[in-house]
């Protein structure tokens, strides 16, 4: 799968530019400030509907302006897409693909597969767990939009639920256990998923570890509700039995919004007790594993960015990156082109406040 061109209007500091890209490496380089993760932002959107940084659509429209318009071509072993995202200052959204109006935002799901890499997931290990939890989020969705609707009619019901249970002194048990039924039921799917997703994340990230170094990586999903059997019954049974405590609480404490990741190196828990490189390691491990899970599920590996990751990596793991992403496409985000090698035959943008220079 790759992108073969991208045009902006009005989106962040661009007012109309238009790129064509290799299908392999496109290095983006650039001074601080001048717009290259800002290119990048712009494909992930068209993977996962949404930024990956800005809280609202609207801080994506050029400053002064009322509408930014997206266009990207993209393709993969089957077919060819045109899609087009018009973003307005009114909060409207559209997407077409293939001159389709999609009417929601979880039908462009599937399309295009993109894994970001970007200096912030080098916290993942020991970052909260809903980073590792929206780590997880992402890459099903892409993949599943049924998973993706379920987790969002979870996120309704989970907000219905604690607006109720605020009221600790006239919580109404009809209500919450009438919200827990739909909480149980759309729980138990993400539950589901999440297992079998980490069960094929962890073979592939351990894998990967083996090949960077000689430690051993063991990635378990840490449910908050540990059920037998995952099941909507047994999750509306578990849920209605814990509602004393949650009225207690005045907050939904139980569910696959407490869900985590644990990730063992050599035995003992990466967060407590991993060095700064083990976990830079073995992130590097979960995100080129997330790459691997995409292939093995669509067939075809998803495209990669690197926002300025390079800089961050010693020579080893770059090294190994670099032999990783060569027949694959990738954009790469740097302050030099001066990658280690891993820019030989790769395609060069030069970013210079707004404007994009193909070298
Ligand atoms: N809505 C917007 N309208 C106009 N300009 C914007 C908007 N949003 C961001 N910018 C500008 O975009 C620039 C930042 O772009 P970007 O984050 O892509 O930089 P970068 O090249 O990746 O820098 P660094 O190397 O520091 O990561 C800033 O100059 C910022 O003012
Ligand atoms: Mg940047």
Not at 120 to 128: F, T, V
């Amino acid at each position: 799968m790759y992108i073969s061109s991208l045009s902006l209007k009005n989106f962040r500091n661009y007012t109309d530019q238009r790129a064509e890209f290799s299908p392999l490496t496109n290095v983006i380089y650039g001074n601080n400030a001048q717009g290259k993760t800002n290119i990048l932002e712009a494909l992930y959107l068209f993977s996962q509907g949404r930024s990956h940084r800005a809280k609202t659509d609207r801080e994506l429209i050029r400053f002064g302006t009322d509408a930014a318009r997206l266009d990207i071509e993209f393709h993969d072993a089957e077919r060819d897409y045109k899609a087009v995202m018009l973003l307005e200052k009114n909060g409207r959204k559209s997407i077409l693909v293939n001159h389709v109006r999609l009417t929601k935002l979880s039908m462009l799901m599937n399309y295009l597969n993109i894994v970001m890499f970007s200096p912030e997931d080098l916290n993942l290990i020991k970052g909260s767990p809903s980073s590792r939890r929206r780590f997880i989020d992402a890459a099903i969705s892409q993949l599943y939009p049924s998973y993706l609707s379920a987790l969002n009619d979870y996120k309704k019901a989970l907000i219905q639920k604690n607006s109720l249970l605020k009221d600790r002194k006239n919580a109404d048990r009809a209500m919450i256990s009438v919200w827990n039924e739909q909480l149980a039921d759309n729980g138990a799917r993400i539950m589901t998923a999440r297992g079998e997703f980490v069960e094929l994340l962890n073979s592939f990230a351990g894998k990967i570890q083996k090949e960077i170094s000689s430690e051993t990586l063991e990635i378990t999903y840490s449910p908050s509700v540990k059920l037998e059997n995952i099941s909507g019954e047994a999750m509306l049974e578990y849920l209605d039995s814990r509602m004393k405590r949650e009225i207690e609480f005045a907050s939904a404490i139980f569910g696959v919004q407490r869900d985590d990741l644990r990730v063992m190196i050599n035995g003992s828990d990466a967060r407590l007790f991993g060095s700064q490189g083990q976990q830079r390691t073995a992130t590097l491990a979960m995100k080129m594993a997330m790459s691997e899970y995409i292939r093995h599920i669509k067939g075809e590996y998803p495209v990669l960015l690197l926002d300025d990751i390079m800089s961050e990596l010693d020579i080893s793991r770059r090294s190994y990156l670099a032999e990783k992403i060569r027949d694959k496409q990738v954009f790469i985000t740097s302050t030099d082109t001066d990658l280690n090698g891993s820019t030989d035959n790769a395609r060069l943008f030069r970013i210079d406040n707004g404007t994009i220079f193909k070298e």
